[in-house]
T-cell receptor, first 108, second 111 residues
Framework: GQNIDQPTEMTATEGAIVQINCTYQTSGFNGLFWYQQHAGEAPTFLSYNVLDGLEEKGRFSSFLSRSKGYSYLLLKELQMKDSASYLCAALSWGKFQFGAGTQVVVTP | GAVVSQHPSRVICKSGTSVKIECRSLDFQATTMFWYRQFPKQSLMLMATSNEGSKATYEQGVEKDKFLINHASLTLSTLTVTSAHPEDSSFYIC???????FGSGTRLTVV
């Protein structure tokens, strides 16, 4: 079956770096997506990896290892507004399988 | 970039009534759209794939007669929750099939 795992919650201080890990077990894998979701709102797209390696987009970077079924999202120079849930999603046979989300709490 | 407009953002309805949620692609043609449901502190669960001009494809366990999907044009997909019950209260979200663009979501509360 399909399985996407990520930690439930992480806490970090303003200005720090946080790494959110995501492991997946899917068939027909064709990419790993990361989203940010604030409470009561729809997700917004952050990053996408289809090949192994690191994708950097400003303060956010995402890494993928297809052989290990592993990805992470790196958030640098944390700001208070980064407090949100971060969802990883595996694209599998043309559909998205979402993890339950990691709630990141940024403290002053 | 691609924009999906979803309405209404919030709706409260009485048990037994039906509610229609609309998703419009504003600047692109969407032959396929996804409909998700999200309960509090849980993941987005794919309910169905909406296909323009043909029947929707429902995920296992989703009642197609209860959650009616219509995708009659390249810019509009609708989800109708029929005979809604309190357990249908949830956050419903549509998205383009590219994975980049989501509607703003509809908070449905059935009382």
């Amino acid at each position: 079956g399909q399985n996407i795992d990520q930690p439930t919650e992480m806490t970090a201080t303003e200005g720090a770096i946080v790494q959110i890990n995501c492991t997946y077990q899917t068939s027909g894998f064709n990419g790993l997506f990361w989203y940010q979701q604030h409470a009561g709102e729809a997700p917004t797209f952050l990053s996408y990896n289809v090949l192994d390696g690191l994708e950097e987009k400003g303060r956010f970077s995402s890494f993928l290892s297809r052989s290990k079924g592993y990805s992470y999202l790196l958030l640098k120079e944390l700001q208070m507004k980064d407090s949100a849930s971060y969802l990883c999603a595996a694209l599998s046979w043309g559909k998205f399988q979402f993890g339950a989300g990691t709630q990141v709490v940024v403290t002053p | 970039g691609a924009v999906v407009s979803q309405h209404p953002s919030r709706v409260i309805c009485k048990s037994g009534t039906s509610v229609k949620i609309e998703c419009r692609s504003l600047d692109f043609q969407a032959t396929t759209m996804f409909w998700y449901r999200q309960f509090p502190k849980q993941s987005l669960m794919l309910m169905a794939t909406s296909n323009e001009g043909s029947k929707a494809t429902y995920e296992q366990g989703v009642e197609k007669d209860k959650f009616l999907i219509n995708h009659a044009s390249l810019t509009l997909s609708t989800l109708t929750v029929t005979s809604a019950h309190p357990e249908d209260s949830s956050f419903y979200i549509c998205s383009a099939s590219n994975g980049y663009t989501f509607g703003s979501g509809t908070r449905l509360t059935v009382v």
